[in-house]
């Protein structure tokens, strides 16, 4: 699992419909929504990107 940098929701990264890259690094989102916020700003959520569960109810 890891961490979609946007809203901090999990994903498995093994079954992620969104990715984008940035810098060498993948990055997996839960939704288009939060892929399209990240791709208009990677640097942002690049760096405020972290691994934290904060729940399964995070909807986008």
Known sequence: ???D???YA???EDKAQYTSHYKG???CFCSGFCKRKFDENPKRYARTARSVDIGS???C
């Open 5 to 7: 940098p946007v809203c």
């Open 10 to 12: 999990p994903v498995d």
């Open 57 to 59: 109810d995070i909807t």
């Open 1 to 3: 699992m890891t961490t």
């Open 25 to 27: 690094q993948e990055y």
